[in-house]
């Protein structure tokens, strides 16, 4: 077996049963690695309507047959786990050396159920398991937690760990490693629940490449690709030079969704930024492009504060805030608590609109004010006061506040929307309204669609259909290969440039053909996943302010989304991928793509709706 | 035809300001100015009177085009964007 090593580790905190499993080859040349072999693994793993803090939750890390090739942007793995703040599928991905040394312990995924009684770090190695005791650990920022692990155990170790609010069970806690985070869809507090503090992986099993001399060739050429003027952008500015473009269209989420554009932008943007912080650049491992853009903290001149897009977007006109190093204390201050930035800044945005409004008590909670912001992060790490609400994110708040906020909490499936105002990007609507993880431009694509010339976004069509298809397809075969999306300018074919890795790198003969079924196997399978943790169609659907408040401002002057033609497109779009109008997926589907059917899986053979 | 030009990310970058303005009537016409004036932006972001794939325009905020013959109307404003706008 080229690529791989043909196996998981699965490790139980609770009895400390270790066990190597076996992963047979047509698992793998179906499902691939990252979020692919991440979702068959949970179908296996799993339990049907789990409790995701359940000590039996399974969570995965999994590894690809690109990690550790000469591929550039290719040291990235996947955590997935059943998400505590969607109750759905959930995978995020991360870049750093620990993808590296993961892999190198022997293992193409670990798979973690149970839970410790103590807080714990799983130590893996090719020589075996540890369960080593955290409590000087616990109480850490995972940064600091990584750092006493490693001068406990050897700078050989790569440590993934969780901060405060994932001890805390913050339902979108990160796991965070060398700064970079899985962010999405609350996994620290999956580790948070197991007691498991850390991860640390070191080892030399290296494997074998199916042609190493071309692969070392093609990854050449593509290095030298990947300098090119496709991802200037990138390495330059970053994203976050998208603050000032998105404002320009009218698609800068401003305001708790209240606006599309705001009126601080330029002070906040990258390029002012620039002129009034020193800024230095990084990437992830084994990444030749080099997006990641550090800014001087000035409350924390050591600190340097990575700002990308979301996190700017999020903390800064989401909430109204103006002041750059305001946004970068409270990027700095997610960072150490172990926060997904787009949640917790959504999540404090609604409840300044629910302060706004008088629906909760919280008068030092206001649209602009960054003191009120830090402390509400503050206290969502630690669940005091207003945090313990606002820590299982804006849904729930909602169903709790309710008063009609329900309307304006913006989620959807509980995930918070990030920086794309739907009702300006209505190809990205539809993205939203169907990705399985909830409101995501990871996942989906689609949104390039909009900024493009094929449609018009501010009116849906069906035209905005197949190439919504077609980016969420081509996104989950990024994500399950895995190679960093920031590339995909640099193809001329991306598939058949992806299945020319697979073939240098697992020795696979296979199609670009072969591999547009491989990405519908896995969106298929991450929506099996959620059809048996209770899924329902009225899922898949934006909240009501997005149905029935125009845009006030920006280019996009007027737009709504029409609820009726958005569950139309919602219905050709399940109809497209051979599903039923309302998204349930044929037995026989199932088959044909070889996807595992769950223990207990919901049979909906002989139904009207299962087989249309 | 007097068009508002502003610049948006690299291009922005290589032209070292923000807006202008320039007479033009079409896509083409307007591309061609500008890689005359900003060399530096012209040798990374045009081909002719065409931009680059990476690149894209797009007209009052609301028409995205790369076609050199699309028309610019008085008083139109021209975005020049960078394509990708992933983040
Ligand atoms: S382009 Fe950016 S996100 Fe992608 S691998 Fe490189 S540094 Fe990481």
Redesign the interface.
Known sequence: MFGYHGRYLRVDLTTEDVVEVALPADVLQNFIGGVGLGTWLLLNEGQPLSDPLASEAPLIFAFSPLVGSPLTTSAKFAVMAKSPLTQRINDSLSSSSFAIAGKKTGYDAFVIVGAASNPTCLVIEPTGCRFVAADECWGQSSERAADLLREQLGKQFRVASIGVAGENLVRFATVSHEGRHAARGGLGAVMGSKRLKAVAVAGDRTVEYAHPHKLVDYSRELSRKSFGPATAKYRELGTATNLLTFNRLGTLPTRNFQASTFEHAEDLSPEAMLTTHSRTRASCAACTIGCEHLYSDPESPDAAVRIEYENLFALGPLCGVSDPDAVLQASRLCDELGLDTISAGATIAFAMECAERGLIDADHLRFGDAQALHQTLRSIATRQGLGELLSHGTRSASREIGQGSEDFAPHVKGLEIPGYEPRALQTMALGFAVTARGADHNRSGAYQVDFSESVDRLHASPAMIPPAIETENEASLFDSLILCKFLRGVFDDKFMAMAEMLRLTAGWDVSPDELHRTAERIVTAKKVYNIWQGWSPDEDMLPKRFLTEQLPDGTGFGATIDESQLRQLVCEYNRARGWSDEGWIPNNQLKVLQIPIPQDYPSLEGSSSATS | MTVRV?F???P??RAGLAMMQIEAGSLGAAVTQIATQFPQLAE??IHADTL???Y?A?V???T????PSYPLNDGDTL?I???????
């Open positions: 502003e948006f990310g690299i922005r970058q990374e972001c680059h794939d990476g894209l797009n009052n905020g609301l995205f085009t790369r076609d975005l964007l960078s394509a990708d706008v992933g983040g």
